[in-house]
T-cell receptor, first 116, second 110 residues
Framework: GAVVSQHPSRVICKSGTSVKIECRSL??????MFWYRQFPKQSLMLMAT?????????EQGVEKDKFLINHASLTLSTLTVTSAHPEDSSFYIC????????????FGPGTRLTVL | QKEVEQDPGPLSVPEGAIVSLNCTYS??????FMWYRQYSRKGPELLMY????GNKEDGRFTAQVDKSSKYISLFIRDSQPSDSATYLC??????????FGTGTRLKVLA
Protein backbone atom coordinates (compact mmCIF):
# COMPACT_ATOMS: atom_id res chain seq x y z
CA GLY A 1 0.00 0.00 0.00
CA ALA A 2 0.79 3.74 -0.02
CA VAL A 3 2.23 3.83 -3.53
CA VAL A 4 2.95 7.11 -5.28
CA SER A 5 3.86 7.25 -8.94
CA GLN A 6 5.41 9.99 -11.06
CA HIS A 7 5.40 10.45 -14.78
CA PRO A 8 7.62 10.85 -16.64
CA SER A 9 10.59 9.39 -14.81
CA ARG A 10 12.99 11.27 -17.03
CA VAL A 11 12.57 14.15 -19.44
CA ILE A 12 14.95 16.12 -21.61
CA CYS A 13 13.74 19.35 -23.15
CA LYS A 14 15.00 22.42 -24.92
CA SER A 15 15.40 25.71 -23.14
CA GLY A 16 12.23 27.78 -23.27
CA THR A 17 9.79 24.89 -23.41
CA SER A 18 7.37 23.84 -20.68
CA VAL A 19 7.35 20.47 -18.99
CA LYS A 20 4.54 18.86 -17.02
CA ILE A 21 5.19 16.27 -14.32
CA GLU A 22 2.37 14.16 -12.89
CA CYS A 23 2.18 12.77 -9.37
CA ARG A 24 -0.43 10.14 -8.54
CA SER A 25 -1.37 8.36 -5.35
CA LEU A 26 -2.32 4.90 -6.59
CA UNK A 27 -4.00 3.26 -3.62
CA UNK A 28 -5.05 6.09 -1.36
CA UNK A 29 -6.55 9.53 -1.50
CA UNK A 30 -4.32 12.47 -0.76
CA UNK A 31 -5.76 15.81 0.25
CA UNK A 32 -2.26 17.21 0.38
CA MET A 33 0.67 16.62 -1.94
CA PHE A 34 4.11 18.15 -1.81
CA TRP A 35 6.68 18.99 -4.45
CA TYR A 36 10.38 18.83 -3.69
CA ARG A 37 13.53 19.55 -5.60
CA GLN A 38 16.78 17.73 -5.03
CA PHE A 39 20.19 18.66 -6.39
CA PRO A 40 22.97 16.05 -6.63
CA LYS A 41 24.20 14.92 -3.21
CA GLN A 42 21.92 17.40 -1.49
CA SER A 43 18.78 17.02 0.53
CA LEU A 44 15.20 17.56 -0.50
CA MET A 45 14.03 21.14 -0.58
CA LEU A 46 10.31 21.72 -0.34
CA MET A 47 9.04 23.84 -3.21
CA ALA A 48 5.32 23.95 -2.58
CA THR A 49 2.41 22.35 -0.80
CA UNK A 50 -0.55 21.41 -2.94
CA UNK A 51 -4.05 21.03 -1.49
CA UNK A 52 -6.85 19.49 -3.52
CA UNK A 53 -9.19 22.11 -4.86
CA UNK A 54 -7.23 25.14 -3.70
CA UNK A 55 -4.17 27.14 -4.65
CA UNK A 56 -0.75 25.78 -3.83
CA UNK A 57 1.38 27.32 -1.11
CA UNK A 58 4.88 28.10 -2.31
CA GLU A 59 8.02 28.24 -0.20
CA GLN A 60 10.02 31.41 -0.03
CA GLY A 61 12.13 31.91 -3.12
CA VAL A 62 10.08 29.62 -5.36
CA GLU A 63 8.50 31.42 -8.32
CA LYS A 64 4.85 30.44 -8.50
CA ASP A 65 4.53 31.65 -12.09
CA LYS A 66 7.39 29.44 -13.14
CA PHE A 67 6.39 26.33 -11.25
CA LEU A 68 2.66 25.91 -11.79
CA ILE A 69 0.94 23.40 -9.54
CA ASN A 70 -2.51 21.94 -10.02
CA HIS A 71 -4.17 19.50 -7.63
CA ALA A 72 -7.44 18.79 -9.39
CA SER A 73 -8.32 15.51 -7.68
CA LEU A 74 -7.54 13.56 -4.54
CA THR A 75 -5.13 11.33 -6.44
CA LEU A 76 -3.41 13.65 -8.89
CA SER A 77 -1.19 16.71 -8.68
CA THR A 78 0.80 18.19 -11.54
CA LEU A 79 3.85 20.41 -11.62
CA THR A 80 4.50 22.41 -14.78
CA VAL A 81 7.90 23.99 -15.22
CA THR A 82 7.24 26.87 -17.58
CA SER A 83 9.87 28.31 -19.92
CA ALA A 84 12.46 25.92 -18.57
CA HIS A 85 16.10 26.91 -18.45
CA PRO A 86 19.24 24.83 -17.80
CA GLU A 87 19.31 25.96 -14.17
CA ASP A 88 15.93 24.24 -13.71
CA SER A 89 17.60 20.89 -14.38
CA SER A 90 17.12 18.85 -11.25
CA PHE A 91 15.45 15.86 -9.65
CA TYR A 92 11.82 16.67 -8.82
CA ILE A 93 10.09 14.48 -6.26
CA CYS A 94 6.50 14.57 -5.11
CA UNK A 95 5.01 13.16 -1.95
CA UNK A 96 1.46 12.57 -0.81
CA UNK A 97 -0.13 12.58 2.61
CA UNK A 98 -3.04 10.15 2.97
CA UNK A 99 -6.25 11.95 3.79
CA UNK A 100 -7.07 11.73 7.48
CA UNK A 101 -3.66 10.36 8.42
CA UNK A 102 -1.16 11.68 10.87
CA UNK A 103 1.89 13.50 9.61
CA UNK A 104 3.11 10.87 7.14
CA UNK A 105 4.28 11.43 3.60
CA UNK A 106 4.89 8.82 0.92
CA PHE A 107 7.24 9.73 -1.88
CA GLY A 108 7.16 9.14 -5.58
CA PRO A 109 10.17 7.79 -7.48
CA GLY A 110 11.14 11.22 -8.80
CA THR A 111 11.49 12.84 -12.21
CA ARG A 112 14.86 13.73 -13.64
CA LEU A 113 14.56 16.95 -15.67
CA THR A 114 17.37 17.98 -18.00
CA VAL A 115 17.04 21.27 -19.84
CA LEU A 116 19.42 21.73 -22.75
CA GLN B 1 22.58 27.28 11.79
CA LYS B 2 20.51 24.74 9.91
CA GLU B 3 17.35 23.49 11.57
CA VAL B 4 18.46 19.89 11.04
CA GLU B 5 22.07 18.76 10.97
CA GLN B 6 23.18 15.42 9.57
CA ASP B 7 26.67 14.16 8.78
CA PRO B 8 26.79 13.54 5.01
CA GLY B 9 29.33 10.70 5.31
CA PRO B 10 30.14 8.55 3.49
CA LEU B 11 30.04 5.95 6.22
CA SER B 12 31.61 2.61 5.31
CA VAL B 13 31.04 -0.47 7.44
CA PRO B 14 31.64 -4.21 6.98
CA GLU B 15 28.70 -6.51 6.40
CA GLY B 16 27.07 -7.56 9.67
CA ALA B 17 28.08 -4.42 11.56
CA ILE B 18 25.70 -2.29 13.60
CA VAL B 19 25.22 1.07 11.95
CA SER B 20 24.38 4.23 13.87
CA LEU B 21 23.01 7.23 11.99
CA ASN B 22 22.22 10.49 13.73
CA CYS B 23 20.61 13.88 13.34
CA THR B 24 20.47 16.88 15.61
CA TYR B 25 17.96 19.67 15.42
CA SER B 26 17.33 23.08 16.88
CA UNK B 27 13.55 23.55 16.67
CA UNK B 28 11.93 22.35 19.88
CA UNK B 29 8.53 22.37 18.13
CA UNK B 30 9.38 19.25 16.13
CA UNK B 31 7.19 16.36 17.25
CA UNK B 32 7.33 13.91 14.36
CA PHE B 33 10.57 12.25 13.35
CA MET B 34 11.09 10.14 10.27
CA TRP B 35 13.87 8.19 8.64
CA TYR B 36 13.89 7.63 4.91
CA ARG B 37 16.15 5.50 2.75
CA GLN B 38 16.98 6.74 -0.73
CA TYR B 39 18.73 4.71 -3.36
CA SER B 40 20.53 6.52 -6.15
CA ARG B 41 18.15 8.24 -8.58
CA LYS B 42 15.09 7.01 -6.67
CA GLY B 43 12.55 8.62 -4.39
CA PRO B 44 12.86 8.31 -0.59
CA GLU B 45 11.31 5.27 1.07
CA LEU B 46 9.84 5.64 4.56
CA LEU B 47 11.65 3.40 7.05
CA MET B 48 10.61 4.63 10.47
CA TYR B 49 8.09 7.10 11.80
CA UNK B 50 8.19 8.21 15.44
CA UNK B 51 6.10 10.60 17.43
CA UNK B 52 7.73 12.35 20.40
CA UNK B 53 10.49 10.74 22.46
CA GLY B 54 11.31 7.09 22.86
CA ASN B 55 12.36 4.05 20.88
CA LYS B 56 10.71 2.21 18.05
CA GLU B 57 11.86 -1.07 16.56
CA ASP B 58 11.01 -2.64 13.23
CA GLY B 59 13.00 -5.69 12.22
CA ARG B 60 16.65 -4.75 11.96
CA PHE B 61 15.89 -1.04 12.39
CA THR B 62 15.57 0.88 15.64
CA ALA B 63 14.76 4.57 15.84
CA GLN B 64 15.48 6.60 18.94
CA VAL B 65 14.32 10.10 19.75
CA ASP B 66 15.72 12.18 22.61
CA LYS B 67 13.81 15.44 22.60
CA SER B 68 15.65 16.79 25.64
CA SER B 69 18.91 16.62 23.68
CA LYS B 70 17.30 17.34 20.31
CA TYR B 71 18.93 14.22 18.94
CA ILE B 72 17.58 11.33 16.92
CA SER B 73 19.21 8.10 15.84
CA LEU B 74 18.62 5.18 13.52
CA PHE B 75 20.33 1.89 14.25
CA ILE B 76 20.67 -0.85 11.66
CA ARG B 77 21.58 -4.29 12.98
CA ASP B 78 23.26 -7.00 10.91
CA SER B 79 23.83 -4.55 8.07
CA GLN B 80 23.73 -5.91 4.54
CA PRO B 81 25.20 -4.64 1.25
CA SER B 82 21.62 -3.98 0.16
CA ASP B 83 21.41 -1.40 2.96
CA SER B 84 23.88 0.76 1.04
CA ALA B 85 21.97 3.96 0.33
CA THR B 86 21.52 7.49 1.55
CA TYR B 87 19.57 7.80 4.79
CA LEU B 88 17.62 10.98 5.34
CA CYS B 89 16.15 12.14 8.60
CA UNK B 90 13.09 14.35 8.45
CA UNK B 91 11.18 16.24 11.10
CA UNK B 92 7.90 18.04 11.41
CA UNK B 93 6.15 20.22 13.94
CA UNK B 94 2.84 18.74 12.88
CA UNK B 95 2.20 21.29 10.16
CA UNK B 96 2.87 18.68 7.46
CA UNK B 97 5.97 20.58 6.39
CA UNK B 98 8.99 18.31 6.61
CA UNK B 99 12.48 19.56 7.21
CA PHE B 100 15.08 17.14 5.91
CA GLY B 101 18.67 16.54 6.88
CA THR B 102 21.25 16.46 4.13
CA GLY B 103 21.37 12.67 4.24
CA THR B 104 24.14 10.25 5.21
CA ARG B 105 25.60 8.02 2.53
CA LEU B 106 26.08 4.51 3.86
CA LYS B 107 28.20 1.83 2.23
CA VAL B 108 28.05 -1.71 3.57
CA LEU B 109 30.99 -3.70 2.30
CA ALA B 110 30.56 -7.39 1.52
Amino acid sequence: GAVVSQHPSRVICKSGTSVKIECRSLDFQATTMFWYRQFPKQSLMLMATSNEGSKATYEQGVEKDKFLINHASLTLSTLTVTSAHPEDSSFYICSARPSGSTDTQYFGPGTRLTVL
Amino acid sequence: QKEVEQDPGPLSVPEGAIVSLNCTYSNSAFQYFMWYRQYSRKGPELLMYTYSSGNKEDGRFTAQVDKSSKYISLFIRDSQPSDSATYLCAMSAGTYKYIFGTGTRLKVLA
